[in-house]
């Protein structure tokens, strides 16, 4: 009777746990496809909506047991912290708040809360993250492929919108997935990685040259680069892999001026006038931020107050500028605890082990941070924040059978 019974806890508890890491790679299918709606219920039951739930759900049994009282402290509190400031400055500003549900950002609540089940969930099995991280490469790929099927393919401007995705996010999924494949070849390399490695590699490109996005271009040359440059390899191979890229780079920037018309203009746009298009929307944050430099103008005020500013009703498209427009100085302090601390914590553990690819997306992910338009609610950023997060806990062993 008693083993039949622990016979059947352990099947559950087992059940349990595969639920969870089905429903984890769920949500980093969704992050890819984030506004892919093929059931047509909008935003109040996409995907992403849908796995995030799932993955809720199926991660409560085990957070007792999964509980890392210092990503809590270390990492959660200062965001918790901000929430409460963002709602210190709603009620200030209350004569922008039309109700109740506009004094919190249940979209940022409910990320900051998938980032630390995410990051403790990948902290005590560390496998998870190098499995993650391979079906998001692979996630991508299956982007274009779609985009070849001329399924949920829309042009706007001559750049590509996948799945209703902003043209700057797809450039940046597909900039992270080949910084990370890129990695995963060169790290043991050998002829067979080198042949999937064009294989996955050509689509990637591709991808961020048909999103025409500067910023994804610069994220993917500098990321590369700094693998290249810290990555623990012989100077043999660290110089024929220098070799390779100059020709590819070559290769590429000539494919980009002669078939990618689109893409060059927007960056010789760039050079010639220093205008990033972003420009007038982050000169009139920064009036609002010189008027408001304390506590902000609330997130329900943000909009209204661009506008006011700009004379264009959107965000600033800057994470960091949107911080201190919603919380002012106050806000970015907390906000910049986090980021300060995680990035410190990556770079001492790179240090001591030489694995360069979570700082260098940690960095990626910064630079194109500056240039998000409501970047602070992107669940692609959370997720790998919460990936960086896990890679800087001691590597344990699978979480203790108990539910």
Known sequence: MDVTGTSMKDKLYDL?????????????????????????????????FISMLLYITSSLPFIKFNFNQSILKRYIAPLLI??????????????????????????????VFLTFLISIHLGQKHILIDN?????????????????????????????????????MVGLKASIALITAIYYIIHKINYKKVLIGIIVCFPLINLIFLSASRGALVSSILGILLMLFFMKISIVKKMF??????????????????????????????????????????EGAFRII?????????????????????????????????????TGILGFV???????????????????TGMILYLTIFLVVLFNMFKAGGGINKIVFWFFFAICIASTLPKKGVPQKSI
């Open 132 to 168: 993650v991280l391979m079906i998001y490469v692979v996630c991508v790929c299956l982007m274009y492929l779609l985009y070849i099927l001329n399924i949920g393919v829309i042009y706007e401007k001559g750049r590509l919108l996948l799945f209703g995705e902003n043209p700057n």
């Open 334 to 352: 907390f906000y910049m605890t986090f980021i300060i601390r995680l990035g410190k914590k990556l770079y001492t553990d790179f240090k001591q």
């Open 82 to 111: 901000l929430m409460v400031v963002s709602i210190v400055s709603a009620t200030i500003n209350y004569n922008h708040v039309t109700n109740l549900i506009d004094i919190v950002d249940i979209r940022f609540v409910q990320l």
């Open 16 to 48: 349990i746990v595969r639920i969870n890491e089905l429903s984890l790679y769920l949500v980093v299918f969704s992050m890819v496809f984030e506004y892919w709606d093929p059931l047509g219920f909008g935003d109040r039951l996409s995907i992403a």
């Open 241 to 282: 892999l220098i070799v390779i890229m100059v020709f590819s780079s070559t290769f590429f920037m000539t494919y980009l001026m002669t078939s990618q018309k689109v893409f060059y203009q927007r960056i010789e746009n760039a050079i010639n006038t220093g205008n990033t298009g972003r420009n007038i929307l982050w």
């Open 290 to 326: 010189e008027d408001n430099p304390f506590i902000g103008v609330s997130i329900p005020g943000m909009l209204p107050e661009m506008y006011k500013y700009s004379g264009i009703y959107n965000g600033p498209h800057n994470v960091y500028l949107y911080v201190l427009v919603t």
